[in-house]
C-alpha cells in the first residue's frame, strides 16, 4: 500500500488515514458495480473527508481508479510471494490459481471492472498487470525447477487462462466451471511420469 504522497514525500498519519479511506470506500463502491454512477465528489462524502482531500489524492476518477487497481495487484502478488515461501512450488501455484477464482467469485463488482480496467491502454494499468502475471511467472518457473510441470508451457497460457475466466463470469454454472478450468490448466502443466509416452504408443 502506497504511503507516499507527491514527489516520493511519505505522507503524514492523517493523510496516509485520509487517503486509505477513500480508497477502501472506492474500492466498496467498485464491488458494488457503482464507480462510474457516482459523481465524483461523492466519493469524499462517503469517505467521510472532505472534497479538498479526495482532489489532492486523487485528481481525477481514472487516478482513484487506478489506485485501487494497483491496491488489488499488490495485494494477490504478496499473496502469491507468500504461497511460494511456505508451500511446494506445485501446491503454491495451484493454490494460487484456486485463490484467484475464489477471489473472482468473492469479489465479482470489483473484478469486473478492474478487468475492463486492465483491457485499457494505460500505462500504470499495464505495469500492474506486468506484476500480476511476473509473480505467475515466478510461480511457474519454481515449479518447473522443481520437476513437477513441464517446461513448454509459459506463464502466459496461464495468464490468458485467468482472463477466460474472469470474461466468461455471466455464464450461469461460472464458479464450477472456472474451477474445472483451473483443474484443466494444472493436469495439463503435470509434468508427465518418465514411462508415461512408452505406455501411451504401447
Not at 472534497?51 to 485501487?68: D, I, M
Request: charged share 25%; net charge neutral; glycine share 10%.
Amino acid at each position: 500500500m502506497s504511503t507516499r504522497g507527491g514527489a516520493g514525500k511519505p505522507l503524514r498519519a492523517d493523510a496516509r488515514r485520509n487517503r486509505e479511506a477513500v480508497l477502501a470506500k472506492a474500492r466498496e463502491i467498485f464491488d458494488a458495480g457503482d464507480f462510474y454512477d457516482l459523481r465524483f465528489d461523492d466519493f469524499a462524502r462517503l469517505a467521510g473527508v472532505g472534497t479538498g482531500t479526495l482532489y489532492r489524492h486523487f485528481p481525477t476518477r481514472e487516478a482513484l481508479a487506478e489506485a485501487v487497481y494497483h491496491e488489488e495487484v499488490a495485494t494477490l502478488c504478496d499473496r502469491a510471494r507468500e504461497l511460494r515461501a511456505t508451500l511446494p512450488p506445485a501446491e503454491a501455484l495451484a493454490s494460487f490459481l484456486r485463490g484467484m477464482v475464489g477471489y473472482l467469485a468473492t469479489y465479482q463488482g470489483l473484478a469486473r471492472t478492474l478487468a475492463t480496467l486492465m483491457a485499457t491502454e494505460s500505462g500504470a494499468l499495464a505495469e500492474g498487470s506486468r506484476a500480476l502475471e511476473q509473480v505467475v511467472a515466478d510461480l511457474v518457473a519454481a515449479a518447473v525447477r522443481d520437476g513437477t510441470i513441464r517446461d513448454d508451457v509459459g506463464a502466459g497460457a496461464v495468464m490468458m487462462a485467468l482472463h477466460g475466466i474472469g470474461a466468461a463470469h455471466d455464464r450461469p454454472n461460472w464458479r464450477a466451471e472456472a474451477d474445472d478450468v483451473i483443474t484443466l490448466v494444472l493436469d495439463g502443466l503435470r509434468r508427465p511420469s518418465p514411462g508415461a509416452h512408452r505406455r501411451g504408443n504401447s
